[in-house]
């Protein structure tokens, strides 16, 4: 069974910078590619962003390219959100989901549907 944590989640102010990260149990972290999703009171579910099993690349949301990266570590089980430069409409809570055995384009994974596990997020809010 797989379980996803994440945590580092807290108050900033706008043009801070937080690192999330998710942390992965259960078998084979190596063979899941892993998502951000964000969702604000109101709103719906979101894409963030998104890397492969390898983490040779992160796909993003056009709202928050050039300010998040998605990176991982097979070996931890871990895989991170760096946010900088967060603005007050990045407020929300963030999940981390894993898509079991996808070896294809991780940027076709933008729909939460996908996705086979989340965890149970954590709150990002940015004030101004």
């Known amino acids: 069974q797989v379980q996803l944590v994440e945590s580092g989640g807290g108050l900033v102010q706008a043009g801070d910078s937080l690192r999330l990260s998710c942390a992965f149990s259960?078998?084979?972290?190596?063979?899941?590619?892993m998502g951000w999703f964000r969702q604000a009171p109101g709103k719906e579910r979101e894409f963030v962003g998104s890397?492969?099993?390898?983490?040779?690349?992160?796909y993003y949301a056009d709202s928050v390219k050039d300010r998040f990266s998605i990176s991982r570590d097979n070996e931890k089980n871990l895989v991170y959100l760096q946010m900088n430069r967060l603005k007050p409409e990045d407020t929300a809570v963030y999940y981390c989901?894993?898509?079991?055995?996808?070896?294809?384009?991780?940027?076709?994974?933008?729909?939460?549907?996908?996705?086979?596990?989340w965890g149970q997020g954590t709150q990002v809010t940015v004030s101004s």
């Open positions: 259960g078998r084979s972290f190596s063979s899941y590619a």
């Open positions: 989901g894993a898509k079991a055995g996808f070896f294809g384009d991780a940027g076709t994974l933008r729909e939460d549907y996908k996705y086979d596990y």
């Open positions: 890397i492969l099993w390898n983490g040779n690349r992160g």
